[in-house]
């Protein structure tokens, strides 16, 4: 029992610094230019090692508990409006600054003008070309994506205050999952303002002024949340909006279904596809009919005249951003791009079947969950690994593992894009680490 103990402090310990190295690759490491090269590796070695020990690692005990005090209340409101205040007062200086212009940047033009198309009944030709930018381009972003850009738009706004809401929003989440009073608990503060500082002051970061991705952020991170919470409903919702937000993890989809149908949950993979179908037709289908879909559908294919158009104008893409594009270079265009599709779609589910097998199969816990994770959902499991693998985290394992080996091998690695998965490791590491886990209307301490 002692050398079990020990063993899984040692993989807490290695959780905990694989994820502040991540979030140290992904923001100030960048700064030594020379050594980008191996960032992109360290980057992509931690995020790995993540993914080992989710596995290895028990659910959090629950039934050691500490109250959330008024104190900490307060301080989580201060602390809101703090990260509001950071985040606005940074966004307000982007604006200023860098007034909208799509010669600098011309995916946030693209979505207004998409919005306006919308937002006056033209339902049918928010897809058409916009002959306003680069003489006519044509829109690719997914639904989810520019939807949310609408209230911006519908109120008069400049569109980046969506992405000072999606961040405010992110920040206040991860409050509420915290527990202060864990150990753990100021290595984890402490990477999060890390993280939400060098969006908001870094110049090479770009995701406030030029950037849509505040709100794929807030979708991937309601995805983590969601996982951690087992609500099917919740899950098909939240995955439904990444992937109408970011293809990212397209190859993670039917691993989950895998994951449901392993475990005989038949109940929550209905829940998990009726939701998906339901965000489907509300989104895509019916708004924009099924022409519109398999045009967006067919998007990743012109991926490689696109990156070779990028190696000829920017090649500084490469060289000083995360991902493995810059070892295959310009004239390994296509084996990488064969290997970015053909990987992200079959290894989360490969990954997904392989380790419920050696985990057991489900044989050692045949108790069944209500709309829940199968494996060790007793309350007599909590804090005991079921084995050496712990199934109750595959799906956060195959779905960090789905971003490690997608944002590895992207086409174009503009680095606004690789934090998305940072902050799903947030929530996710934090869940595990130092979460705050309500059992009775409290909270308790890992």
Not at 47 to 67: E, H, N, R, S
Not at 258 to 279: H, I, P, R, V
Request: net charge positive; aromatic share 14%; proline share 5%.
């Amino acid at each position: 029992m002692i050398e079990r103990a020990k063993k899984f402090l040692t993989t807490k310990k290695i959780l905990l610094y694989s994820f502040l190295l991540e979030t140290l690759c992904v923001s100030y490491a960048l700064y030594w230019k020379a050594a980008t090269p191996i960032t992109s590796v360290l980057f992509t070695l931690s995020g790995a090692i993540i993914v080992y020990c989710f596995l290895k690692l028990p659910k959090p005990i629950t039934d050691q508990v500490i109250a959330i005090t008024p104190i900490w209340r307060k301080h989580r409101a201060v602390l809101s409006v703090m990260a509001l205040m950071a985040i606005g007062g940074a966004a307000f200086k982007w604006i200023q600054d860098a007034p909208m212009d799509y010669h600098d940047g011309d995916m946030l033009p693209i979505i207004k003008i998409m919005n306006e198309r919308f937002l006056n009944g033209q339902w049918s030709h928010v897809y058409d070309l916009i002959p306003e930018i680069w003489n006519g381009i044509q829109p690719i972003y997914l639904p989810a994506m520019w939807l949310p850009f609408g209230l911006p738009v519908l109120l008069g706004l400049d569109l980046r205050w969506m992405t000072v809401l999606a961040l405010f929003i992110v920040s206040t989440l991860f409050l509420f999952k915290i527990n202060p009073r864990h150990h753990k608990a100021p290595y984890l503060l402490l990477a999060a303002f890390v993280l939400i500082w060098w969006l908001l002051s870094a110049e090479n970061s770009g995701l406030i002024p030029y950037t849509e991705e505040g709100i794929v952020i807030l979708f991937y991170s309601l995805l983590a949340i969601a996982l951690t919470g087992k609500n099917a409903w919740f899950i098909g919702i939240a995955t439904s909006l990444c992937i109408l937000s970011r293809y990212a993890i397209v190859g993670w989809l039917p691993a989950m279904l895998l994951y449901y149908a392993l475990n005989k949950d038949w109940k929550s993979l209905w829940q998990f596809c009726a939701t998906g179908l339901a965000c489907f037709l509300l989104l895509v289908l019916i708004p924009f009919g099924w022409t519109t879909f398999v045009k967006l559908a067919s998007i990743p294919g012109e991926y490689i005249a696109f990156s070779k158009r990028v190696w000829t104008d920017a090649p500084q893409v490469f060289r000083e951003s995360l991902g493995w594009a810059k070892f295959f270079g310009p004239e390994n265009i296509a084996t990488q791009h064969a290997l970015l599709v053909g990987l992200s779609l079959s290894v989360p589910s490969i990954f997904m079947v392989g380790v419920w097998f050696l985990s057991g199969g489900g044989k050692k816990n045949q108790e069944k969950g209500d709309g829940k994770f199968l494996s060790g959902v007793g309350s007599e499991n909590q804090g005991k690994s079921s084995g050496k693998i712990n199934q109750e985290h595959l799906p956060f394992a195959a779905l960090k593992l789905t971003l490690v080996v997608f944002y590895t091998l992207v086409d174009v690695p503009y680095l606004y894009l690789f934090y998305t998965g940072s902050f799903v490791s947030l929530f996710l590491v934090t869940h595990i680490l130092a979460g705050a886990h309500p059992t009775k209307g409290s909270y308790s301490e890992i």
